[in-house]
């Protein structure tokens, strides 16, 4: 593997899984093969579980790291190109990443959708000038449309809790007081339809995702009816992406907060959530407490995800 930014870079789903289980089960089996490399992560938002999960994947494969937040202490980045820089950003992204480069093996990037531009975040302006000018392997820690080593993780923990072959995947929308960027939904979307899931995704009216990652999957307005007979329930807040509403909050109705009453609807489903989530507005605090809560497995198997990748990257490293 070169890059890894979606899940057409995984190749065949069911060796992944198979092999993020083996790595599971002797997670020092190849602490060798990053002896002398060095990662590089590079934050331009917030993280705790990537941020941990990532660094001790690349510890497991042997590998140096180095943690940059781009805002806490680097120069400010311009990015657009053909910017006269009299402003407060003193060094361009085009010298940052070819310098970032020189310094490491393999590079990691967090870079949200901005909401700025729906043209630049669908783009992926950032992550797509990180693989073009440095010169290294590039991978996602979530990126502007997508959030692959979650998706991956949400996969791993799914095939490890399902008791049928064909569980029955739904993904809700659920209020939060903040616009948050699609990536997380367009991300699980495609890889549980790449994965032959059949997966219903429930949200408001306006809350319509990019088709390009929904295609395959049902869209029901109705929750309640979305969540009959669930195995799965996936909880996530997204703002909206069609025009001209692209980045914005539609709604903040806690009808739509996952509770007993809502899980009462499934086949004694699972939660799942990425986390981080505000509690009483995504879930409720019985739900995520409660006996088929997975958020925590689903968190460390953040762990497992990231090993993976990195230790596909690492064996194809010239
Ligand atoms: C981010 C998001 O929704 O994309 C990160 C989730 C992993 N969430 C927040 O910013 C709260
Ligand atoms: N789920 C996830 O990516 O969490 P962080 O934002 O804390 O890394």
């Excluded at 070169?2 to 089960?25: M, N, Q, Y």
């Amino acid at each position: 593997m070169r890059h890894f930014t979606s899940v057409a870079d995984i190749g065949d789903i069911p060796s992944a899984i198979s092999e993020a289980l083996a790595i599971k089960s002797d997670r020092f089996a190849y602490k060798h093969l990053g002896e002398n490399r060095t990662l590089l992560m590079i934050f331009f938002n917030s993280s705790l579980r990537t941020r941990l999960s990532t660094q001790k994947a690349a510890l497991n494969l042997g590998m140096n790291v180095m943690v940059l937040d781009v805002n806490q202490g680097a120069w400010k980045l311009e990015t657009e190109r053909g910017v006269i820089m009299d402003g407060d950003r003193p060094e361009h992204l085009l010298e940052a990443i070819p310098v970032m480069g020189s310094y490491c093996d393999v590079i990691g990037v967090r870079s949200f959708a901005r909401f700025e531009s729906k043209a630049d975040d669908y783009s992926e302006k950032i992550i797509s000038q990180f693989i073009e000018h440095s010169g290294r392997p590039v991978f996602s820690m979530e990126a502007a449309t997508r959030h692959p080593l979650q998706s991956l993780a949400d996969l791993i923990t799914i095939e490890e809790h399902k008791t049928v072959d064909r569980p029955k995947v739904v993904m809700t929308w659920a209020p939060h007081p903040k616009a948050l960027p699609q990536a997380v939904p367009n991300s699980f979307a495609e890889w549980i339809t790449a994965a032959g899931y059949d997966l219903v995704i429930t949200h408001p009216h306006g809350y319509e995702l990019d088709p390009r990652f929904t295609a395959g999957a049902t869209i029901e307005y109705d929750q309640d009816k979305a969540l009959a007979g669930a195995d799965f329930v996936y909880a996530k807040n997204w703002s909206a992406y069609a025009d001209p509403n692209y980045g914005k909050v539609l709604s903040t109705d806690r009808a739509w907060t996952v509770t007993a009453e809502k899980m009462a609807l499934t086949n004694n489903a699972f939660f799942m959530h990425c986390l981080p989530v505000r509690r009483n507005m995504i879930v409720s605090d019985d739900v995520i407490e409660g006996p088929r809560s997975l958020v925590i497995p689903e968190a460390a198997n953040r762990e497992i995800s990231a090993q993976l990748v990195l230790k596909r990257i690492l064996q194809d490293l010239p």
